[in-house]
């Protein structure tokens, strides 16, 4: 009597799709833009460096459906709320409980005009964004140079500004202004605006240069104080 084998089927391991962190191509259209991005990043970073549920970055892959990696985008700029602040190589919204952006800027161009204006408006509506910034610091096609949108009902609703093009964004609770080439984040409680890289690194250069000051003053004063301390017991001293 033959014993016949049975082969056995392996099940078949799921291919690993790769989702890339980059495609290779510039971070902005040129340095104005690139600057407006960076102070963007580096100025919302500092508004919630106490809060460890708020992640900021820029141009970074946002990735929003799982198993397809063309459907992605990078937003220029991205505040997303209830994530912490691990370095990531792209974001998956499926990785991190289905949270997308609160707030996406977009520092546009005329390049870009349509996957800002149409494409990408379209699309971040339909994922839920609740407010969605377009800057254009070279002023080259909107009509307003700083225009936001509030996400009502799934649709983008304008805005409004006031009378010196400034939007406040609730999602932030930061005023957005316009100044020439720059967009200037307003903290409404001190109507200052959040600093640049250089500013910050201005007043923290003055800010030691006036510790120093009130050390040497302290110093001085605590001499002159040992000082007259000693003359006043010389001064007590009896006659010999």
């Not at 016949?4 to 799921?14: D, E, I, W, Y």
């Not at 409404?188 to 201005?202: F, G, I, R, V």
């Amino acid at each position: 009597m033959q014993t016949r084998t049975l082969a056995t089927t392996q099940p078949s391991s799921t291919p690993t799709i790769d989702y890339p962190a980059s495609d290779g191509q510039p971070m902005a259209e040129t340095e104005v833009h690139l600057m407006a991005m960076i102070y963007l990043i580096g100025a919302l970073r500092f508004f919630f460096r106490k809060h460890t549920d708020v992640y900021v970055i820029g141009n970074m892959f946002l990735y929003y459906r799982e198993g397809n990696p063309r459907a992605r985008k990078a937003p220029d700029v991205m505040v997303v709320k209830g994530v912490d602040k691990h370095e990531r190589r792209s974001f998956k919204v499926w990785e991190e409980a289905q949270a997308v952006p609160s707030v996406i800027f977009e520092v546009t161009s005329r390049e870009t005009k349509r996957e800002d204006t149409i494409n990408k408006a379209s699309l971040y509506a339909s994922l839920g964004i609740k407010e969605y910034i377009l800057f254009d610091p070279l002023h080259e096609y909107l009509d307003n140079q700083l225009e936001g949108y509030r996400l009502v009902d799934g649709e983008y609703e304008p805005i409004p500004a006031n009378e010196d093009g400034e939007l406040f964004s609730s999602e932030l609770q930061l005023i957005l202004r316009p100044e020439e080439a720059m967009l200037r984040l307003v903290d409404p409680q001190t109507h200052q605006p959040l600093p640049t890289l250089d500013e910050a690194a201005e007043s923290a250069q003055d800010e030691a240069q006036r510790a120093q000051d009130e050390a040497r003053r302290a110093a001085a004063a605590e001499a002159e104080v040992a000082r007259l301390r000693a003359l006043l017991a010389e001064l007590k001293r009896p006659p010999a």
